[in-house]
Nanobody, 124 residues
Framework: QVQLVESGGGLVQAGGSLRLSCAAS????????MGWFRQVLGKEREFVAG????????SYADSVKGRFTISRDGALNTVFLQMNSLKPEDTAVYYC?????????????????WGQGTQVTVSS
């Protein structure tokens, strides 16, 4: 069974940093593009960042460019989201997702497997 397990969320002050982790089963991870999305209650899930299967190509939402960095570690079967200079508007539940595609996408329907989500709260 495919599993994605996120960790690293929490409460942080504006301007602070957090690093999210998503551990995936090897079968999921080795040939999958990975993505991070976030969702606020009552709003649609939105793309945050994506990375292709090799780690050579990344993409970001305009709202997080220059502040967030996505990376992956094949040895650990883990994808990371380093979040710096956090703002109150970054508050959301963050989800890790895996795609059957090799290349990234900013569309939720391109992803086949999802983690349970981790809460990130940024106080002003």
């Amino acid at each position: 069974q495919v599993q994605l397990v996120e960790s690293g969320g929490g409460l942080v002050q504006a301007g602070g940093s957090l690093r999210l982790s998503c551990a995936a089963s090897r079968r999921t991870f080795s040939r999958s593009a990975m993505g991070w999305f976030r969702q606020v209650l009552g709003k649609e899930r939105e793309f945050v960042a994506g990375i292709d299967w090799s780690g050579d190509s990344t993409s970001y939402a305009d709202s997080v460019k220059g502040r967030f960095t996505i990376s992956r570690d094949g040895a650990l079967n883990t994808v990371f989201l380093q979040m710096n200079s956090l703002k109150p508007e970054d508050t959301a539940v963050y989800y890790c997702a895996a795609s059957a595609l090799l290349t990234t996408s900013n569309v939720p329907r391109a992803y086949d497997f999802w983690g349970q989500g981790t809460q990130v709260t940024v106080s002003s």
